[in-house]
Every structure is written in structure tokens, then in C-alpha cells.
């Protein structure tokens, strides 16, 4: 059984006072995205597939933030990849504005390149640390035709540094001259160097400590305001998801689990994978983090490589039961809006 792509119910704002969602800019149908396994040195033979995506379905409404959680290893980076076509899918369709990514060759997608941009979560591994900030900010400019002059290449990276709050005179530092938090400001307003409207946020923040956190979080939320951009937001840390997103998305081994929005997601969770990721979550509050079910998952997470049979989570579900082993559970609308993959709910 494949994943179905869920219908599509009324968008709604977020309560932040951010701008009314419009019609669905990204569509995700059943993507799939398999690493061939291959044996053998001079003659290699295909033994198997590494299934990092197999089979997910989400839209994301102009506008908005879905956030994309799991656990590491569940497939949340290779999502966003595959979305941009940075990886090829293997099977499904990436409909990006009504237009399929996935039928596109390679000089189509550089022409729609401007509108989608990806912001990526080690700030000091995606900046070349032999050029200045001026120049990675600035290449974008180049490589799209944007900029007539040196002088306007000049002017337009001056006013993106100043967008990400940098100064305009650090555009002749070297990424290491920089601290975490301003490398990926560095790494943001690259990706705003071609007008983009679409970014997805590789986990841009878990490098960086918590209060730089926060505010490279107020910064994404402030330019998704001002310049209407839409995001998928890839993290791990439910915390950082619920402050951001609009939904959520939770993901595991390659499957989507959950789909609701934020406020669903965290007072009404259904899946136990939901509830146990929920459950980590740290609350400030002494008494009412004694007062809280703890779910503690057992054993280790599947190989994407032999996954499973069935639900992918029976292995460590505590509410399992045999046709979980044997039946992979169909994508549903429980209620309004809230999508489960789970045959106990």
C-alpha cells in the first residue's frame, strides 16, 4: 500500500499576526527516494536499496511553515533535498506551483532555481572558507545575471547583511572571523540573495547554542513577514518547531507518522511516536514535568536498508499489536486537518 496524498483542508493563519496562507505552493505525492546499495569492485551488482524516503505526501500553503521533525536518520534532510531536486526521486511527484520538479531536466530546474533556496544546518561547513562573506553572499548575484555592475553586486550584498543584522563593512571577512550564530546569518542571506520564495531550513539552528538560537528563529520569522516566504523547517527539537511552524509533520524511518497543526500536535497527539517524541520535551515547569507520562521507546531505530514489515514503528511501539507486524497503516484523516498513519487509532 502506497502513501495517499492527504485532501486538502482550509488553511488558517498563524495566531503571530502573520499574513493570511494562500493557495498550496509545494506539493509532495507519494515521494520516494531510494540509495542503491552496490556489491562487488570491478563488476558491480545492485544487492539492495536504502530506503531514506518511501512513499511521504505533505503540501505546504503560501506563506506558511511546516515544520518536519523525527529523530535523526528519518529521512528529514534527504525530504528536503529530494524537494529541491538536489537529489533525483526515485518515484513521486515534487509539484512545485502546479509544476512537477520531478519531469523537469536540468536546465529547467536552473531557471526556477531563484524561487526555491535551501539554508543549511552547519554553518561552518557550507560557507568556502576561502572567500569572503562579500563573495558568498554575492555569488548567487553572478551566477542568475542579477546584478549589472560590480557596484550593484556591491550595493545589493550590503543590503542583505544589513537584512540579516550584520554590517555592511564585514562583507571583507573570512567565514572564520565570524561566530556560529553570524556564519549562518551569512547562510540566510545567501539564500535571500535571489528572491526566493520558497526555503527549506535544513536544521539551521541546531549547531548554534540556545540563545543564538533564538535569535536566528526571531530573524526567520521577522524576513518570513517581510519578504512572504514560505518554509519547510526541518529540525529534531520540538521546542524550536512549535515556536516557527503552522503544522507539523513527523516523520520516522522514511514515513510519515503524523501530519496536524502545531496546536493539535501538541495538545491532541494520536500516533505513540508523536506522544513519545512529546514526552522528551523538556518543561520549564518542576511540577509538571514530575506530573507527565514518560514514554521511553525501547531498542534502536530499523535500518533504512531492511525496514520493517508493516508499520516501521511496530519494533518499538508499546501499543503494537500483529496486524501492526503485517499491515502498513493508511494515511487518514482523524479529524479535520490531523492525518495519522496508525492501526490503533
Known amino acids: 500500500m502506497t502513501t495517499q496524498a492527504p485532501p486538502r483542508p482550509a488553511a488558517t493563519a498563524r495566531d503571530s499576526g502573520k499574513t493570511k496562507l494562500g493557495e498550496t505552493m509545494l506539493d509532495v505525492r507519494n515521494l520516494k527516494m531510494y540509495f542503491p546499495v552496490h556489491q562487488g569492485i570491478v563488476i558491480q551488482k545492485k544487492v539492495a536499496d536504502v530506503k531514506a524516503v518511501d512513499g511521504i505526501s505533505f503540501y505546504i500553503k503560501k506563506g506558511e511553515t511546516l515544520g518536519l521533525v523525527g529523530e535523526s536518520g528519518c529521512g528529514k534532510t534527504t525530504t528536503g533535498r529530494a524537494v529541491l531536486q538536489l537529489h533525483r526521486p526515485t518515484a513521486g511527484e515534487v509539484l512545485f506551483e502546479g509544476t512537477d520538479l520531478t519531469k523537469l531536466n536540468s536546465k529547467q530546474m536552473r531557471t526556477l532555481r531563484r524561487q526555491m533556496q535551501i539554508i543549511f544546518q552547519d554553518p561552518y561547513g557550507s560557507l568556502n572558507p576561502r572567500m569572503t562573506a562579500g563573495g558568498i553572499i554575492g555569488e548567487p548575484l553572478v551566477i542568475h545575471g542579477l546584478a549589472a555592475s560590480k557596484k550593484d553586486r556591491l550595493d545589493r550584498v550590503a543590503e542583505l547583511l544589513t537584512t540579516v543584522g550584520l554590517a555592511p563593512y564585514m562583507r571583507d571577512r573570512y567565514p572564520h572571523e565570524f561566530s556560529g550564530g553570524q556564519r549562518q546569518r551569512i547562510g540566510i542571506a545567501r539564500a535571500l540573495a535571489v528572491d526566493p520564495g520558497f526555503i527549506v531550513c535544513d536544521e539551521p539552528v541546531s549547531a548554534l547554542d540556545v540563545s543564538i538560537q533564538a535569535q536566528v528563529i526571531n530573524l526567520l520569522e521577522s524576513l518570513q ?9 526541518i529540525a529534531h527539537d520540538l521546542a524550536v518547531v512549535r515556536h516557527i511552524s503552522d ?22 497527539p494520536l500516533h505513540p511516536y508523536t506522544k513519545a517524541l512529546l514526552s522528551a520535551v523538556p518543561i520549564p515547569d518542576p511540577i509538571a514535568d514530575a506530573k507527565r507520562e514518560r514514554i521511553i521507546l525501547t531498542g534502536d531505530v530499523p535500518s533504512p536498508l531492511r525496514p520493517p514489515v508493516g508499520c ?7 501499543i503494537a499489536i500483529d496486524t501492526c507486524k503485517q499491515v502498513i497503516p493508511e494515511w487518514r484523516e482523524a479529524s479535520p486537518g490531523h492525518f495519522v498513519a496508525c492501526h490503533r487509532v
Open 225 to 233: 513577514e517581510k519578504f512572504q516566504l514560505t518554509y519547510l523547517f
Open 247 to 268: 503544522r507539523i509533520c513527523v516523520m520516522y524511518l522514511g514515513k510519515t507518522m503524523e501530519l496536524a497543526s502545531r496546536e493539535e500536535i501538541y495538545e491532541n
Open 312 to 318: 516501521v514503528f511496530h519494533t518499538r511501539c508499546p
